[in-house]
DNA sequence: AGTAATG
DNA sequence: CATTACTAGTAGGTG
DNA sequence: CACCTA
């Protein structure tokens, strides 16, 4: 029953500059930006659906900046059972591939795995040789879902995972993004929402970037959210950093700093509470450092507390499980400006198309690891 | 979604 | 065999 | 300590 056809097919890649075709994970060295898919695949249905046919193709294309995985046969893949595709030499069965994870707009988990693929070059190098925590809804964004920290039983061998133990003694197993592949399988485990660690896994004690959680009630102005990331980006300015904003994927704002791996978590997080003290002495009326959620009102909640080990930030790129297929998407900081930017309007259908135009917002993240002067 | 436990 | 349970728990501030 | 929040 399981068949997995191999066959060639040129490196697509999002960016343009096509390259080679490369069989290999991007992890290896060469153009990171380089999809490493080498297959087109055949799917069969599930016999619980009845003999509505086999051997509907799945295509992957690209060349000139498109990466499309593409179903021959009734366009929105609504009936497909099973498909078996094989990644950079890992085999994967992706399930219910029809089954509609927003059900409000259409998407399908085939939709979803198509967004991860597409993302992967940009979303990769972020959360690569970092802890992942998944947040699944198999029944779609309308049910309850679950989190899971744990790779979960069954999950395939070739998953890269990494035990860390807990100062509670609890232990572990994180599952560790490698490739592509990891992606598609988290699709099609209907994780909607990825999250990961602030330190990767080699310095899993020491954070590579701090996080400035910006985090409005309902209610709340967009474009005020934006003005204390401003303000909070100036303030950084100041001390010579150079800092980078995304959306969360809901209504809030997060402002990374990128950090060489040198300082421990509560160095990190007393530098961000002091920033944010600061800021909330300048924009007292619109921010602040409550704790409780009672005694906010309607202020932008300055969260510093995120920096710390254990904890996790929605990754960049990730969708959000809720209407709309948010996704946290990063930002130019002169959109900041616009009071009509709206942050629901980076999903996941749109996301693909902003990428080959901006590219990753988000590169310097990864290089300009900066040292800060405490 | 997939496995394990329970009835 | 059918159904149900399970899937996160920690970190750190506050009172 | 228990409790709250993310």
């Given amino acids: 029953m399981s068949h997995f056809f191999k066959t060639r097919v040129t490196s697509p890649c999002l960016t343009g500059e096509t390259k080679e075709p490369s069989p290999c994970l991007m992890s290896h060295g060469g153009d990171k930006r380089t999809v490493p898919v080498s297959y087109i695949k055949k799917w069969s249905k599930s016999e619980a659906e009845g003999d509505r046919g086999t051997g509907y193709l799945s295509r992957v294309t690209g060349g000139r900046g498109t990466c499309q995985l593409e179903a021959r046969e009734p366009s929105p893949c609504y009936f497909l059972g099973v498909m078996m595709l094989e990644l950079g030499g890992k085999k994967i069965t992706f399930t219910n591939l029809g089954k509609k994870l927003w059900p409000g707009e259409n998407i399908s988990k085939y939709d979803l795995i198509k967004y991860y693929l597409r993302v992967s070059p940009y979303m990769l190098p972020h959360l690569r040789e970092r802890f992942l925590v998944l947040q699944r809804f198999p029944e779609g964004i309308l049910e309850k879902g679950f989190f899971q920290k744990n790779c979960p039983p069954g999950a395939p061998r070739w998953l890269r995972t990494v035990p860390f133990r807990h100062r509670g003694g609890k232990v572990i197993r994180y599952l560790v993004a490698a490739g592509p592949e990891t992606l598609a399988w988290a699709g099609n485990q209907a994780a909607l929402e990825i999250h990961a660690w602030l330190s990767g896994i080699n310095f899993l004690d020491k954070p590579d970037h701090a996080v400035f959680d910006l985090d409005p009630p309902e209610g709340v102005p967009f474009s005020r959210v934006c003005e204390v990331a401003l303000a909070l980006k100036g303030l950084l300015e100041k001390k010579g950093l150079r800092c980078f904003v995304k959306t969360s994927g809901a209504r809030g704002l997060q402002v990374y700093l990128p950090l060489l791996p040198i300082y421990d978590y509560s160095t990190v997080r007393k530098f961000v509470q002091r920033c944010f003290e600061e800021i909330n002495g300048q924009m007292p009326a619109i921010t602040t450092l409550e704790r409780k959620v009672s005694g906010r009102g309607d202020k932008i909640y300055l969260d510093y ?70």
């Fill in 305 to 374: 507390l995120q920096n710390a080990q254990g904890k996790t930030i929605v990754a960049l790129y990730s969708p959000r499980p809720l209407p709309g297929a948010p996704v946290s998407a990063p930002l130019e900081w002169e959109e900041l400006h616009f009071a009509a930017l709206d942050p629901s309007s980076f999903h996941i259908g749109s996301i693909p198309a902003r990428l080959l135009e901006k590219g990753d917002l988000f590169a310097a993240v990864l290089s300009d690891k900066q040292a800060v002067i405490l």
